[in-house]
């Protein structure tokens, strides 16, 4: 659970996440989209590779990556029964708006 959390620690693998939520990438879709050196960009890959976040699947020349749902869905309920949330989340008390705080 250490690599899952290392993983998401850093905020450029975050939006490699992100990105993949909505389809594959290969590397150059992503570096196109991040402001990323592509050098980076495969370090990050390696750290997101060794947290089994995301999948590489070669077609032809190119490496496309996938993201892997299933081990953030694992590590939250692992963080879940660290601290012993069980059940369904209680009701967020409603917010009060800007207005109702100037009154």
């Not at 989209?33 to 050098?39: D, V």
């Amino acid at each position: 659970m250490s690599d899952l959390f290392d993983a998401l620690a850093n905020p450029a693998r975050r939006q490699i996440l992100v990105l993949l939520r909505e389809r594959d990438f290969s590397a150059g879709d992503i570096a196109d989209r991040l402001p990323i050196a592509k050098s980076t960009l495969s370090q990050h890959f390696n750290v997101l590779k060794a947290a089994d976040l995301i999948r590489s699947t070669r077609k032809g020349t190119t490496i496309m990556y996938s993201i892997n749902a299933s081990v953030l869905e694992e590590g939250l309920m692992g963080l879940m029964r660290l601290l012993k949330i069980e059940g369904k989340p209680k009701k967020a008390k409603p917010r009060l708006g800007l207005r109702a705080l100037q009154r």
